[in-house]
């Protein structure tokens, strides 16, 4: 965007608790606060509603959370009694704390959206992989585009379409608990072809990693995994590296540390969809302007 971070002072107290004081004023301005609720999520969501809280009390004009991962959107309904739906309570702490508007990426779900009670501009991460993708000259015969599991087939579809109006395939599995999934079977042919797997987050690598293995058994000849959110909690590295995938393509909007990169990690940056994103929210763009659609802007 060709600007200055600003100024801000963020520390820990002995006992843990955030202390945030910004280093210039902010009065009367339209400021973004730039924060993924990545691992650890809960010390992340904490100090970004203290910053909203800061900018609050500093008399921003308007106080805009850019969130590229959105952590709990993967509770957002009950799927057993007494559950809790935490993408709802993140969502009223974010409103509450005097966010004004929020700009996320790729949430887990549409419906998270209609968590909250403020504008949200929701971007997706789709383009900049279709773009690499491109680049890498696969021929179209050649593709098919899988889904790892049936809650992914909207996402996979819509990425299919545009990459050629690739044809799809499905891979059904049965979840037996949080974290661990357990493949079941292949919709659709995938026999001689290069496989792309498409998924909104990479978190332990269980479903994909699993899938992949499935693709190779009947007949894949590549398999590509491509996500937006690269959570990879243990033992995600190991899977990913294990030599089922050509590539893991991937995004920063969850900072990937050095010691987590494998030679078939490729990331690839979101900073100009989100800038630009963040000039058009700035500027009153109307989302029926064409640019703005191509960015995959809702």
Known sequence: MGLDLGKIKIKRFADGEIYVQLQESVRGCHV????????????????????????RRASAKNITAVIPYF???????????????????????????GANRVLAC???SGQSMG?????????????????????????????????????????????????SDAPLAIVDKRRQGHNVAEVMNLIGDVKG???????????TAGTISKGAALLHQEGAREVYACSTHAVFSPPAIERLSSGLFQEVIITNTIPVSERNYFPQLTILSVANLLGETIWRVHDDCSDGYEPYSSLGID
């Open 32 to 55: 973004f606060l730039v924060q993924p609720s990545c691992p650890p999520a809960n010390e992340n969501i904490m100090e970004l509603l203290v910053m909203i809280d800061a900018c």
């Open 71 to 97: 952590g709990y959107a993967r509770a957002d309904r009950k799927t057993q009694g007494r559950e809790s739906i935490a993408a709802k309570l993140v969502a009223n702490l974010i409103t509450e704390a």
């Open 106 to 108: 790729d949430l887990h």
């Open 115 to 163: 968590y909250f009670d403020i504008p949200v501009d929701h971007v997706y991460g789709q383009p900049v992989i279709l773009d690499y993708l491109a680049s890498k000259a696969i021929s179209s015969d050649d593709l098919v585009v899988v889904s790892p599991d049936v809650g992914g087939v909207a996402r996979a579809r819509a990425f299919a379409k545009k990459l």
């Open 193 to 203: 072809k290069v496989a792309v797997m498409v998924d909104d987050m990479i978190d």
